[in-house]
């Protein structure tokens, strides 16, 4: 299985960014997608998570109203549209799976598959 994330980058404070994540080898779309990041020097968090057919989500409270989570099954992609972004955003943004069909779980520990990280930078 791999998660390809992509789409960070550096941006001003109020503006947007989308990131998309790409995954393979996993058998069915039947699976949680989630988002976390990590800022240096803290501990991974997590931003966003949705079920296998898109119908339920999952904020951190630091994001919403601000991101959007979406997938799109027929192109195993996952997408994190960031909008209203704050230098407090800046952290490295990972994807990952978590072998269910509904979101359970914000811990990290539950999710099972990680992609490499993309970083986000927001400028004040």
């Known amino acids: 299985v791999q998660l390809q994330a992509s789409g960070g980058g550096l941006v001003q404070a109020g503006g947007s960014l989308r990131l998309s994540c790409v995954s393979s080898?996993?058998?069915?779309?039947?699976?949680?997608m989630g988002w976390f990041r990590q800022a240096p020097g803290e501990a991974r968090e997590f931003v966003a998570a949705?079920?296998?057919?898109?119908?339920?989500?999952k904020y951190a409270d630091s994001v919403k109203g601000r991101f959007t989570i979406s997938r799109d099954n027929a192109k195993n992609t996952v997408y994190l549209q960031m909008n209203n972004l704050k230098p407090e955003d800046t952290a490295v943004y990972y994807c990952a799976t978590d072998r269910t069909i509904l979101v359970r779980s914000t811990a990290s520990s539950d999710y099972d598959y990680w992609g490499q990280g993309t970083l986000v930078t927001v400028s004040s």
């Open positions: 080898g996993l058998t069915s779309s039947s699976y949680v």
């Open positions: 949705i079920s296998w057919r898109g119908g339920g989500t």
